[in-house]
């Protein structure tokens, strides 16, 4: 349950202003159509998360323990610093054409997330906690809760959260994370 409720946690705060936040703003306002966009991101998600959870599994079980809580510490720490850096939606077209809208949508967030903070946070995550599918769960659980008001209520939630705050809190959560694991202090959360 623990690495399921950090998963989602840790990444619902870090999707907030995100590139594939701003996607979903963007995907609604061209194409009015929420139930496809929110199943696209979903469909997208699940791909995504999964294929990036089988890495972090794969990780965790080809590094020794130690040095693997070295590497996942200080990527937790790595991923604090990263969380400060404002993002911005980058070259992604958004032109339903020949996929629709469901089909556009799951190209453009899987594209979107490859590298993203989200999936290096799921890989980091699953290499920390035994239960992949609790980390894919988690994270996915989290990219929606970030991602569907975005798609339902457009830019005008976005426009009265604080980005800088929402980053600042997510910046924290994965410093703990990373100090945390540094001294093998686990299942604090």
């Excluded at 496809?36 to 699940?46: E, K, Q, R, S, Y």
């Amino acid at each position: 349950m623990e690495a399921f409720l950090v998963s989602t946690g840790v990444v619902a705060l870090g999707e907030i202003g995100d590139k594939t936040q701003l996607l979903a703003l963007l995907l609604a306002a061209r194409f009015r159509r929420p139930i496809p966009i929110i199943l696209g991101i979903l469909v997208a998600t699940l791909a995504n998360h999964a294929l990036a959870g089988m890495v972090g599994d794969w990780v965790a079980k080809a590094l020794g323990p130690d040095l693997l809580r070295w590497i996942i510490g200080i990527g937790f720490i790595a991923m604090a610093g990263w969380m400060l850096i404002p993002d911005k939606l980058d070259d992604v077209d958004a032109g339903a054409g020949r996929f629709g809208v469901f089909g556009t949508t799951v190209l453009a967030f899987f594209l979107a997330e490859m590298g993203d903070k989200t999936q290096i946070a799921t890989v980091a995550l699953a290499a920390r906690y035994a239960d992949l599918w609790a980390v894919v769960a988690g994270t996915t659980l989290g990219m929606m809760l970030a991602n569907v008001p975005a798609v339902l209520l457009g830019d005008r939630a976005a426009k009265r959260i604080s980005m800088k705050l929402v980053h600042g809190i997510a910046a924290v959560i994965f410093a703990v994370l990373g100090v945390l694991t540094l001294f093998n202090i686990g299942h604090l959360f």
